[in-house]
């Protein structure tokens, strides 16, 4: 097996490449795996304005291909391959890595931070309009919404929490639900019903985004009646659940109800020097800032792990 590598990192996207970042500035030869595009959700992204050391904002693909290229720098690699398989070997011996074109390597620590996909309404003008309008992140986006109304989708707590967050700064907020009651945990729920700014509209779902170069309206259908209107909005913040992308640790490390990685506060899964950081894990925060500090830290606990079994680089 000739590639052999010290740190595996699958996924570029801000958790894996601010781990590429630490992992290649220990000195060890380290590989970050991506099979979509560099920056993972970030870069799609217009603007980034609560990533620290950026006061004026900064572009989603901006900061990526910085981040790409500060890895670089230290010596990491970016590899465009889809890592299908991961086969622990015995106690400190390497892992076995199979791409999707066939290739076999060897890993003597491997950092999972595949991310997590958002699900689509898979509506007309959704996808054409993301970044214009169309948002999964109240949280990152809501602030560029200010004094104009918006709509959240869905009725979990994630919904419900965000549409009470872009309270802050939206006019009005309709929470737009496929059902006739929610989802959200009752605090949640009371929370929501006493804030005036919130509109629910029941029973309903999207049909179509409308706009060109931004979100103008968007046409709802009532499903049990079955009339439909257009609702002059100016954003459209979709909360409809993730999916993570953990079929490369299905059968290999727990994963909680929603298919995230159960890890511990260093990252770790209990495959000895098998790491899960970012959005792919349990309990995250779902956020920029957070997925590059995940990766920080799974990057420092896999160098301890190579150091205390293989020894210090170059050994």
């Given at each position: 097996m000739a590639d052999e590598i010290d740190i595996a990192i699958i996924g570029a996207g801000p958790a894996g490449l601010a781990a590429g970042v630490y992992a290649a500035?220990?000195?060890?030869?380290?590989?970050?795996?991506?099979?979509?595009?560099?920056?993972?959700?970030?870069?799609?992204?217009?603007?980034?304005?609560?990533?620290?050391?950026?006061?004026?904002?900064?572009?989603?693909?901006?900061?990526?291909?910085?981040?790409?290229?500060?890895?670089?720098?230290?010596?990491?690699?970016?590899?465009?391959?889809?890592?299908?398989?991961?086969?622990?070997?015995a106690e400190g011996s390497p892992f076995v890595l199979n791409t999707e074109d066939g290739q076999e390597l060897s890993a003597k620590a491997v950092i999972v931070t595949a991310g997590a996909d958002y699900n689509k309404l898979g509506v007309p003008g959704e996808l054409e309009l993301v970044g214009k309008g169309v948002s999964y992140c109240a949280t990152c986006d809501a602030a560029f919404f200010r004094n104009v109304p918006v709509i959240i989708v869905g009725g979990g707590d994630a919904a419900v929490d965000e549409a009470i967050f872009t309270t802050r700064y939206a006019s009005k907020v309709y929470l737009v639900h496929r059902r006739e009651e929610l989802r959200a945990t009752r605090l949640l729920q009371d929370c929501l019903f006493a804030n005036e700014k919130i509109e629910v509209i029941w029973n309903t779902v999207i049909e179509t985004i409308n706009g060109d170069d931004a979100v103008t309206s968007a046409t709802l259908k009532n499903i049990v009646t079955g009339e439909t209107r257009d609702l002059p909005v100016e954003a459209v913040f979709i909360f409809v659940g993730q999916t993570p992308n953990t079929s490369v640790l299905r059968g290999l490390v727990p994963l909680d109800p929603g298919?995230?990685?159960?890890?511990?506060?260093?990252?770790?899964?209990?495959?000895?020097g098998l790491f899960v950081a970012g959005d792919i894990r349990a309990e995250a925060a779902r956020q920029l800032v957070s997925a590059a500090g995940d990766g920080a830290t799974a990057a420092i606990r896999a160098e301890h792990y190579i150091a205390d079994h293989y020894g210090a680089p170059g050994s």
């Open positions: 500035r220990g000195d060890r030869k380290t590989a970050i795996f991506e099979r979509n595009i560099l920056g993972g959700q970030i870069a799609t992204t217009g603007d980034v304005e609560n990533y620290p050391g950026f006061p004026e904002g900064v572009n989603g693909l901006d900061l990526a291909l910085a981040m790409q290229a500060q890895a670089e720098r230290f010596g990491a690699e970016i590899r465009y391959e889809h890592v299908t398989g991961i086969t622990p070997g298919g995230h990685a159960i890890v511990n506060l260093w990252m770790e899964t209990p495959v000895s």
